[in-house]
């Protein structure tokens, strides 16, 4: 019997037991299926770089012989060595792209992922397995040939095999800040088909056990100078690159879901509260009739517990199933692996099971009313709230108020529960469109600060290594222009080591150094000036000292920290010409940049970048987490409709008489629909002001897992704002006016005749 009068419940109140379910649906839905995207990052990473063994740390030397392999190897936690020459090259194609080349002397470390045509073959010397992106971006096959230039050689080989490098899953060309593959790749080749007897290897791949730390502890006891620089698998660019990526979705994983959540249990709770309150009568007659209180509480908390059920396993399995695909196919554009996997945590199976049980506990806590009252006393109706009048509602401020402003405060007051959930729902809404929205506003600042107010240049001109000084000063005349060292360093302080940039200036007009605040600054030629994220990093301060080199060079030099220089994206030193000549480092110019729109082909010039080209890809950079965001909001906003409507018709319910007795004295249905609209922008307003703030709080949390490359001052622009107060205000109007037809349809005898 109870069985069927459920069922009859839930038809009657199917809006409210729909909410709940699309609640649960939305909440587990999100959770899981970005947490299947971000676990699936990470059991892609895991997966790949297991299959191919990749290094935990490379050790790059001038002059990697059998001596210094012997000394990595008596080093007790080394379990494996690997060497390789690795060299930039010039592939034989109209815009000169740049191939990373590989020459292994063996093939168990980082190994190269065939995909088409024949594994690997470290015997086969006319043979080269090239990076599959970049032959994708060149329309190149198996069995053509290919022309690489390095060094003053030409190296000829026929393509072999097409994969991918688990070393160069993330990686950037001077042109772009994403990866361009028509611009650069990798190619793997064997040490045979180096066109020299010797081979000249710089770099051991290395597999080790302990920390990063105590390892380069031990080499600089055993190599001590023999070696100039070693990177550990958590610096390496590609590697840490993708690290960032999977940590900051995991964050979201946790952080987005919860609001979802949570505002669904609230609503539940709010809801059977008030289907148990309008069944008093029914829950005394069952009682008269025999029902114990356990059975009656089992049957109204089995009311949220199936619709909860339902929602959180469909929610289970379209999650995965939905979400990750729309994620990967974005990021696509920006990583390199062969496959990408869906990932699986436990916490998904807790999170769906968490959500039934606690569906359970709130429907419990709304039920649990129904066993203190004997029959007698259910059966007859509840005695209406009545609000004692406040010091407010005595002030002289009260009595200027109109009947609309006092009626909803009134209402608000003996209903505090009620009003609360609406001013959640849109604070849960509005925190998540700020959090979306303002994340893309930040990146747009990175971006104006980086190209409006730092580089005031129209043409970047990449110098070639091998460009003679004549070149390099015929170009500066011609093009009016400055010179600019910029190279990649590393930076210790104590225990601390960090990859970072240095810029060399020499008297940069187009160059402008700014603090955290965008403001220039002037940086003296007997100064250095570090980045504030670096700083941070290394934990020092002006005053204090920093040790550096630059990346090839065993030459570390010691300085003072003179200044803290904000920068968005590069972190590291800034030093003028001067300094570094006192330094004793030689000063060696890697591009020219001039106010001019150069589109000339100069000697002794790599590329031209223009300040267009470098917008283009940061905005095609932003453009691949738009997706993330856009599914966000949209998953914010049908929380804010699926709360407010809910919400909306609870209320309705519960003043159904008091909005007929004032349809009796006359008011019409356009002052009665008012009066809703009142009450409704109020909590929008509420919710609207608090959650702007935790949305932002909510940024900050996100851009703390972003790595050591950015510095991000959290935005937030007037469109953003505009945009966001539009969705809330448009979603609560609009729920508002789904309620105009029942105030027409108001039966006015029936409704003061209901003692619901």
Known sequence: MLSKKMVRDIKSHKIQFISIFLMAFLGIFVFVGFGAESFGLEETANTYYNETNLADGWIYSNNVGNDLIDKVKDIESTKDVEKQLVLSSVVDFKNDPDIRLHFLADDDIS??????????????????????RFAEAKNLDIGDNITFKVNGLEIKKEIKG???????VYQTSDTSMIPDFDKMGFAYMSYKAFPMADVPYNVLLVKFDGSASDYEHELDDKLGDDYTTFMDRAVNPSFAGFQDETDQHKVMTGFIPLIFIIIAMLTLLTTMTRIISNQRTQIGVLKALGFKNRTIMIHYISYGFWMVLAGSILGFILGPLTIPPVVFEEFTSLYSLPYWLSGFDVSFIFATVAMV???????????RSISKESPSQAIKPKIPKVSSSGLFEKSKIW???????????????RNKFRALMSIVGVLG???????????????DEMKSWSYDDINHYSSKLVVEKNATDSQIDDVVEDVDGE??????????????KKSGVLEVLDDNKLYTPTDTNRNPIEIGDDEVSISQKMADLLGVGVGDTVKWHIMGSDKWVKTKIDRIHGDPTSQGLIISKEKLDDLGIDYNVT????SEDVDHNYKGIKTILSIDSLTESWDDMMESSMSMSYLLVVFATLLSIIVLYNLGLLSFTEIKRELATLKVLGFKTGK???????QNLWFTTIGFIIGIPLGLLGIQYMFSTMGDSFFISVTLTLKTFVVTFLITYVISILVNLMFSGKLKRLDMVESLKDNE
Do not use: Q
Not at 402 to 413: C, E, G, I, Q, T
Not at 429 to 443: K, L, N, Q, R, W
Not at 483 to 496: H, P, Q
Not at 672 to 678: C, S, V
């Open 111 to 132: 190994k190269f992922y065939s995909v088409k045509g024949e594994k690997f073959d470290l015997s086969d010397k006319e043979g080269v397995w090239l990076d599959i």
């Open 591 to 594: 591009s020219i940049i001039t």
């Open 399 to 413: 009595k200027k108020l109109s009947f609309n402003a006092r009626w909803n405060y009134r209402d608000a007051k």
């Open 483 to 496: 010179k600019l060292m910029e190279g990649s360093i590393e930076i210790k302080s104590g225990d601390v």
């Open 357 to 367: 049980i606690l569906s359970f506990l709130v429907s419990y806590i709304a039920c």
């Open 162 to 168: 097409l994969g991918y490098s688990p070393e160069h």
């Open 672 to 678: 009665l629909r008012k009066l809703l609209l009142t």
């Open 429 to 443: 809404c509005t925190m998540i469109i700020i959090a979306s929205f303002g994340a893309m506003d930040s990146f």
